[in-house]
């Protein structure tokens, strides 16, 4: 069944460079159908020295919603009247939504990743969390488990030590008595952190469609009674997760992360709590054609 367009058609958007690969569309249009709303989503290719054009047209078109991913998370902020403090604390936005013509801006990928471990069988106060990688996917999970009370701690290459360091200081500027520090991803620290972990997740691309034969951590490196959670949702079952189902630990898919980020946007945006297990499926749907 197509959605029908009409004169009061509402639109949501997502703009990123490049933008053809986005599963976006597919999940909120397939919840927008389920709860048949007057409104579409479509994907807008914005190049970065085109992005204040793009929010000059937002505002003049009335564009209800719109997401955000890369390149544009930390440049999108300037154009906006309002930033939530998380997404502030964060330093990076990924939904706005235009209210009477204002654009508020918040960061729903780190409740997206909440949510997707709590749905997994994840209690994350108390829970130790190793997080590999230093990037703004990093940031935006970290501070949403030293919000829920974890204890984490970043694992980043050499290269990265100073931006996991900088992830850590401004994550305690927002939660002062906040449990996260950082380490180099090593042999050394890998024996010391995993042994007494009971979450590790993978904030890096390793593993990654095309490069899907490779995996952050070593296999011996998991061990079971822990969950294992991947950001990468391209392919769906990535290595790093079959050595850790291998390992016989519980997992958590990226695409589930997708969906309730999505799931969070689309609620803030029509006020209306979409199908989640529909938009995952249409997401997945997508993956399975490439
Ligand atoms: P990013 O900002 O580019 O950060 C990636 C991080 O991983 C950087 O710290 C990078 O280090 C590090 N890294 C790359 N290759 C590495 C390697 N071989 N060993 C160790 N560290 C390595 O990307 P991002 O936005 O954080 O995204 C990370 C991944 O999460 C991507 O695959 C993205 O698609 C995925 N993601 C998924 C969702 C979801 O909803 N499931 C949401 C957001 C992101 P350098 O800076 O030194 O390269």
Same mark, same amino acid.
């Given at each position: 069944?197509a959605?029908? +367009?009409?004169?009061k058609?509402?639109?949501?958007c997502? /703009?990123?460079?490049?933008?053809?690969?986005?599963?976006? %569309?597919?999940?909120h249009?397939?919840?927008?159908?389920?709860l048949?709303?007057?409104?579409?989503?479509?994907?807008?290719?914005?190049?970065?020295?085109?992005?204040?054009?793009?929010?000059?047209?937002?505002r003049?078109?009335?564009i209800?919603?719109?997401?955000?991913?890369?390149?544009?998370?930390?440049?999108?902020?300037?154009?906006?009247?309002?930033?939530?403090?998380v997404?502030?604390?964060?330093?990076?936005?990924?939904?706005?939504?235009?209210?009477?013509?204002?654009?508020?801006?918040?960061?729903?990928?780190a409740?997206?990743?909440?949510?997707?471990?709590?749905?997994?069988?994840?209690?994350?106060? !108390?829970?130790?969390?190793?997080? /590999?990688?230093?990037?703004?996917?990093?940031?935006?999970?970290?501070?949403?488990l030293?919000?829920?009370?974890?204890?984490?701690? /970043?694992?980043?290459?050499?290269?990265?030590?100073? *931006?996991? *360091?900088? +992830?850590?200081?401004? &994550?305690?500027?927002?939660?002062?008595?906040?449990?996260?520090?950082s380490?180099?991803?090593?042999?050394?620290?890998m024996?010391?952190?995993?042994?007494?972990?009971?979450?590790?997740?993978?904030?890096? %691309?390793?593993?990654?469609?095309?490069?899907?034969?490779?995996c952050?951590?070593? !296999?011996t490196?998991?061990?079971?009674?822990?969950?294992?959670?991947?950001?990468?949702?391209?392919?769906?079952?990535t290595?790093?997760?079959?050595?850790?189902?291998?390992?016989?630990?519980?997992?958590?898919?990226?695409?589930?992360?997708?969906?309730?980020q999505?799931?969070?946007?689309?609620?803030?945006?029509?006020?209306?709590?979409?199908p989640?297990? /529909?938009?995952?499926?249409a997401a &997945?749907?997508?993956?399975?054609?490439?």
């Amino acid at each position: 069944m197509a959605i029908a +367009i009409s004169g009061k058609t509402k639109i949501l958007c997502v /703009i990123g460079d490049p933008i053809e690969h986005t599963m976006s %569309p597919a999940m909120h249009n397939a919840a927008i159908q389920a709860l048949g709303l007057e409104l579409v989503y479509v994907a807008f290719h914005v190049k970065q020295d085109q992005l204040k054009q793009a929010f000059d047209g937002f505002r003049a078109l009335g564009i209800l919603g719109i997401n955000v991913t890369i390149p544009h998370k930390i440049n999108v902020m300037q154009y906006l009247d309002d930033i939530d403090p998380v997404a502030k604390g964060i330093g990076a936005v990924n939904t706005v939504k235009n209210i009477g013509g204002k654009l508020h801006g918040r960061n729903t990928d780190a409740d997206g990743a909440a949510q997707a471990l709590k749905n997994g069988g994840v209690v994350l106060k !108390a829970s130790k969390i190793a997080l /590999i990688g230093a990037g703004g996917a990093a940031r935006a999970v970290g501070f949403a488990l030293v919000r829920e009370g974890s204890n984490v701690t /970043i694992l980043a290459r050499h290269d990265d030590v100073p *931006a996991a *360091a900088d +992830i850590v200081r401004d &994550i305690k500027i927002l939660f002062p008595s906040g449990k996260i520090d950082s380490c180099e991803l090593g042999k050394e620290s890998m024996d010391k952190v995993m042994p007494g972990a009971n979450v590790v997740i993978n904030a890096t %691309p390793v593993g990654m469609h095309p490069n899907a034969n490779q995996c952050i951590i070593d !296999a011996t490196c998991f061990h079971s009674g822990m969950h294992a959670f991947d950001l990468v949702y391209n392919p769906h079952d990535t290595l790093f997760l079959k050595h850790a189902q291998s390992a016989g630990c519980k997992v958590v898919h990226g695409i589930d992360m997708l969906a309730h980020q999505g799931a969070m946007a689309f609620e803030w945006w029509t006020g209306t709590k979409p199908p989640v297990d /529909i938009m995952r499926d249409a997401a &997945i749907k997508v993956l399975s054609t490439r």
